[in-house]
């Protein structure tokens, strides 16, 4: 069996296969994984189509997936999504500069980079993990709003973060350092 045309995908998925048709539909699956992949990725599209017309638009569907696999295929690129970037396989995680331990005020965060992070999210806490402050940023090293900064308490321990994004929606994060602000004048 050749591969599967847009019609025929959209009558396996719209389960309008005389039962012969279907059988040889389904055992052409078992063998061929691009068709499979096809078929999997219309039917996941079919579902995020809210309401009952849903699978009105599998026909559309699946015409669009054969187009990309045809024109992926020209191309002579395997045929897998295009919109993908490599896996990330590990990443360094960025490592907290200052503050750390005693620091007679709050003014800046500062970290080392990560290679091919293109953002950074920093957070500061308290003592109980509650977020007192947190901004995402695209350099390695972020002023503290003086709101933020005036607010603690010398007697009391803090603590911060940053993580780094190294692709869509994967992030490394730094483990956390404690600090605390002297007391005005016990750090001349």
Do not use: K, N
Not at 39 to 57: F, H, K, N, Q, Y
Not at 75 to 102: I, K
Not at 140 to 158: E, F, G, I, K, R
């Amino acid at each position: 069996m050749a591969h599967f045309a847009p019609e025929q995908i959209a009558a396996f998925l719209g389960q309008t296969l005389a039962p012969d048709e279907r059988r040889r539909v389904e055992s052409h699956l078992l063998e061929c994984g691009e068709c499979r992949t096809e078929v999997l990725e219309v039917e996941r599209i079919a579902r995020s189509v809210p309401g009952p017309r849903r699978w009105a638009a599998v026909p559309m569907l699946a015409a669009a997936a054969a187009a990309l696999v045809l024109v992926v295929t020209q191309v002579g690129r395997p045929a897998v999504p295009v919109h993908r970037e490599p896996t990330v396989q590990s990443s360094l995680a960025p490592a907290t500069v200052t503050p750390s331990g005693s620091v007679p005020r709050l003014e800046q965060l500062a970290w080392t980079g990560v290679v091919g992070a293109d953002r950074y999210r920093v957070a500061v806490f308290d003592a109980d993990g509650r977020v007192l402050w947190e901004t995402t940023v695209s350099d390695t090293a972020t002023s503290v709003p003086t709101s933020v900064a005036t607010l603690l308490d010398p007697s009391a321990a803090y603590f911060w973060s940053v993580r780094a994004r190294v692709a869509w929606d994967r992030w490394t994060e730094s483990g956390l350092t404690e600090f605390r602000v002297a007391e005005p004048g016990a750090m001349r």
